[in-house]
Nanobody, 118 residues
Framework: QVQLVESGGGLVQPGGSLRLSCAAS????????MGWYRQAPGKQRELVAD???????NYADSVKGRFTISRDIAKNTVYLQMDSLKVEDTAVYLC????????????WGQGTQVTVSS
């Protein structure tokens, strides 16, 4: 079993920055895709950004140019640098990992709150 543990959330003013981190409890196998989803109250969970082990990335249109995802493959760790934050970025951010071991397995972190408010 793999656990994902997030850190780095908090309260920030509009225009500010935060950096989220997510570390897997195991590094003896590679998690093929790691990324971040978010869920705001009353809204569906949505993909923010993810990154394949080969380097390909996907971003939600709403965060392109403001957020940057990166990974430490050897440590099964993923980061999300969030700049120029907006009030509408307020949500619980959840780390996600997908790994193949005979079949695809999906892992979720417990979530970290990001609040953008003046």
């Amino acid at each position: 079993q793999v656990q994902l543990v997030e850190s780095g959330g908090g309260l920030v003013q509009p225009g500010g920055s935060l950096r989220l981190s997510c570390a897997a409890s195991r590094s003896d196998f590679v998690i093929s895709v790691m990324g971040w989803y978010r869920q705001a109250p009353g809204k569906q969970r949505e993909l923010v950004a993810d990154m394949h082990v080969g380097g390909n990335t996907n971003y939600a249109d709403s965060v392109k140019g403001r957020f940057t995802i990166s990974r430490d493959i050897a440590k099964n760790t993923v980061y999300l640098q969030m700049d120029s934050l907006k009030v509408e970025d307020t949500a619980v951010y959840l780390c996600n990992g997908r790994a193949y071991s005979g079949s695809w397995n999906t892992y979720w972190g417990q979530g970290t709150q990001v609040t953008v408010s003046s």
